[in-house]
């Protein structure tokens, strides 16, 4: 029994030995806020009582005894057991040290990545608030000189100041065939004309600006208010004549007929060179 109880104290003393070095590590690797950590380093060293309280049992149990008796053969048969017990449990506790050591491991891993990922994170943020500064200097300047080009454009002080004006500088334009300044001041000149004559000069410009840019369509309406201004006057003709050559522009022969028959209705004697290019027009819509 001696014999017996001398080996579970071996026993019990390895036990400690192999697990008071792995409290004592992963005391010392385990971070000051790791629940985890606390509560199975708890455990383990509740455990560790327990074995020290069992091998003090064990020591003075050993102490007293005399020479073997006649029941020391089953006794030894029950420390065989026990022993095994125990040595399950030291490897049982050996194996979750090793997982607790790899769970912080991977722990301190992912803290290191977060670490690097969150600095990376604000470097680039410095970066773009630079670049962002940047921009916001460079954005000021490009606007003050957006603002500065107008006022030293030389065409500023060209802007007809009347409808005369207007219609001298649109009628020069329609020549040079700068059909959108045509169309502008012919525009501003139908706003400020006064009288019957000059609105209906620039509605006849309107058109002309308007055919020169194949907008026939418009061209056409622009023809036919020219023609209501005035329906008596001699650019009376050019306008329904204006009419007539945008509707074959558009393939409209029946409504380019339409106009060349209103024309000679209500102008049975039209000057020559419209009496000309009537009969030009009739052909091509083959009016009858």
């Not at 690797?29 to 091998?55: H, K, N, T």
């Not at 290191?112 to 916001?136: C, E, L, P, T, Y």
């Not at 004549?241 to 074959?248: D, E, T």
């Not at 522009?249 to 209705?265: E, R």
């Amino acid at each position: 029994m001696v014999l017996t109880c001398s080996l579970r104290a071996v026993f019990l003393g390895t036990a400690l030995s192999v697990l008071s070095p792995a409290v004592s590590a992963m005391a010392q690797d385990a971070p000051d806020s790791g629940e985890i950590s606390s509560r199975e380093a708890i455990a383990l060293q509740d455990q560790i009582a327990s074995l020290r309280q069992q091998l003090s049992q064990v020591q003075s149990s050993g102490g007293g005894l005399g020479a073997p008796s006649a029941t020391a053969a089953p006794a030894a048969s029950g420390d065989g057991n026990l022993t095994a017990q125990l040595l399950e449990r030291v490897s049982a506790l050996e194996e979750q040290n090793r997982q607790m050591r790899g769970e912080l491991d991977q722990l301190s891993n992912s803290v290191r990545d977060n670490q690097a990922s969150v600095s990376k994170q604000i470097s680039d943020m410095q970066f773009a608030a630079q670049g962002g500064a940047g921009a916001a200097v460079a954005a000021p300047a490009k606007a003050t000189a957006q603002t500065k080009a107008p006022a030293a454009s030389p065409d500023a002080s060209e802007q007809p100041k009347t409808a005369l004006d207007a219609l001298k500088v649109g009628n020069a334009s329609l020549k040079s065939g700068n059909y959108t300044d045509a169309e502008s001041n012919a525009r501003f000149a139908i706003k400020s004309a006064h009288s019957v004559s000059g609105k209906m000069d620039a509605q006849f410009l309107l058109a002309q600006s308007l055919a020169g840019q194949k907008q026939y369509r418009q061209s056409a309406v622009a023809y036919y208010d020219a023609y209501t201004k005035a329906p008596k006057s001699l650019k009376a003709q050019d306008s329904l004549l204006g009419v007539a050559a945008s509707m074959l522009a558009l393939g409209d022969k029946g409504s380019a007929c339409q106009a060349l028959d209103k024309l000679k209705t209500e102008f049975p004697t039209p000057a020559p060179r419209v009496r000309t290019a009537e009969t030009t027009f009739r052909s091509r819509a083959a009016c009858h």
